[in-house]
């Protein structure tokens, strides 16, 4: 591997550490809602406040996404991210000793604001430090960490008690801090803002001491041309091309977020333990779960580099549609009816597995590309904002309904509201979604511009 890709896969992992402590906090009571909700826990709640608690985080991201892409464009791309662990860490400090509800309540908010750092400036800053030809691999690390830190959870939680669980989480924080202070900011944030004795050193060090100057004079003209022709958040509607784009990524969020990967990911412990048919434990079913779903974004990096990001969208998210179909089908037939499920139960495992793999190479790991793709530098700091708004919406009632609809009418129904969430992703993609493999941003925005130019 050539220094230059080594460095900026280096900046890149230790940048996405940021979502893997988020992932920590987003899951951290997964491993736990069967004994919160029980007689022997230490913070007793009921199913309807262990709902509201678990999808709470995502209320507090809600709140502060806007700021935080006003703030990646005012202080930069590097330090809001550094910011994440530290607070995370004394997050999980608090975590460890706190056991009023109320409290929770309001550290997940706190948590929700590191969410909206890692989510909102993390794709910035890795789309800018990366070359084109390595963009959808180091864009990819940002699911695989998050991923990883839920994994880590997983394993973990079920295990030790509440509290050693708390500060045993503090590893991820204290690595991350730790190897991300010594990353350069963005060159092309420190373009932007005139300091370009500083941007050339950053470019410097990430393409391991190369010959820079035609890659900054790039730079320098797509930023001239991206920031200085226009400058507001109407940008983002500005033509017809900007309406595209930013269609296209919130059709991208919604299928994400809503497909029901984030309520799988906080309730796959609870749904396991509640199943009639149970050849493995629930917690190490959940295990399982968090290692297909860390290889599974991590392959994504391979394929969208041979395959492209167009095939992998459309296919991934018509996958989504057909295995949560077949889940829910299962559950149906389980909870619901007379109907003796045992015989077919591969077809759970089987269904379950497929929708881990096919939500994992695609629309997962891969929102964060095209968000940081479609926007231009002037733009992508409010329009990551903006798209994580979208994305923490969908999350919040995703998982909020998700108990609401099990406790009213069957865990069937979620899974077939993610399968028809899904097809209407993957249909959309079908007709408006380019390929953008191997393109630099600025070629990118060219191409979408001259899409409409020949068009019109």
């Given at each position: ?16 550490l940021s979502v893997a402590i988020t992932a920590t906090a987003f899951v951290w009571y997964a491993p736990l809602l069967l004994y919160i909700v029980s007689p022997e826990s230490e913070v007793p709640m009921t199913t309807t406040e262990t709902s509201w608690l678990v999808s709470s985080m995502e209320l507090g991201c809600l709140f502060f996404v806007i700021p935080a892409g006003m703030i990646s464009d005012r202080v930069g791309r590097k330090y809001p991210i550094l910011f994440v662990g530290p607070t995370c860490g004394l997050g999980f400090i608090v975590l460890a000793y706190v056991r009023s509800l109320p409290a929770l309540f ?351």
């Amino acid at each position: 591997m050539q220094l230059s890709t080594l460095r900026q896969h280096m900046a890149a992992i230790s940048c996405s550490l940021s979502v893997a402590i988020t992932a920590t906090a987003f899951v951290w009571y997964a491993p736990l809602l069967l004994y919160i909700v029980s007689p022997e826990s230490e913070v007793p709640m009921t199913t309807t406040e262990t709902s509201w608690l678990v999808s709470s985080m995502e209320l507090g991201c809600l709140f502060f996404v806007i700021p935080a892409g006003m703030i990646s464009d005012r202080v930069g791309r590097k330090y809001p991210i550094l910011f994440v662990g530290p607070t995370c860490g004394l997050g999980f400090i608090v975590l460890a000793y706190v056991r009023s509800l109320p409290a929770l309540f309001v550290l997940r908010q706190i948590q929700g604001l590191c969410l909206a750092l890692a989510y909102v400036v993390g794709p910035i800053y890795i789309a800018e430090i990366s070359e084109p030809s390595l963009r959808g691999s180091t864009s990819c690390h940002i699911q695989t960490m998050w991923f990883v830190g839920c994994f880590y959870d997983y394993c973990i939680g079920p295990y030790i008690s509440y509290s050693t669980y708390a500060l045993v989480c503090l590893a991820i924080p204290l690595l991350f801090t730790t190897t991300f202070i010594f990353m350069p900011e963005s060159p092309y944030y420190l373009i932007m803002k005139g300091r370009t004795e500083e941007a050339k050193q950053a470019l410097s060090w990430l393409r391991g001491g190369k010959e820079v100057n035609e890659e900054f004079k790039e730079i320098e003209a797509t930023i001239e041309r991206e920031v200085y022709e226009q400058g507001s958040w109407k940008d983002l509607f500005h033509t017809k091309k900007d309406r595209k784009a930013f269609f296209v990524v919130q059709v991208c969020s919604i299928t994400k977020y809503m497909g029901g990967m984030p309520a799988f990911a906080n309730y796959v412990s609870q749904t396991f333990g509640e199943s009639t048919i149970k050849f493995l434990d629930h917690n190490q079913l959940t295990i399982i779960t968090g290692v297909l779903l860390t290889v599974a974004t991590f392959s994504s990096s391979l394929l969208s580099i041979n395959v492209g990001r167009r095939p992998i969208l459309i296919y991934s998210c018509f996958c989504c549609f057909i295995f949560p179909l077949l889940i829910g089908g299962y559950f149906f037939l389980d909870f619901e009816t007379a109907f003796d499920v045992s015989p077919y139960v591969w077809i759970l495992y089987v269904s379950v597995i497929g929708f881990i793999i096919a939500a994992n190479v695609g629309v997962g790991p891969l929102l964060q590309t095209i968000q940081a793709e479609f926007f231009t530098a002037r733009t992508r700091g409010i329009g990551g904002a903006l798209t994580l708004v979208v994305g923490s919406t969908a999350t919040f009632l995703s998982i909020k309904q998700y108990q609401l609809i099990q406790d009213t009418v069957g865990v069937y129904l979620n899974y077939w509201i993610w399968a028809a969430v899904s097809l209407f992703g993957a249909i959309c993609m079908y007709f408006f979604l380019p390929e953008t493999s191997g393109k630099s941003l600025g070629e990118i925005q060219t191409d979408m511009k001259n899409e409409y130019q020949t068009h019109m």
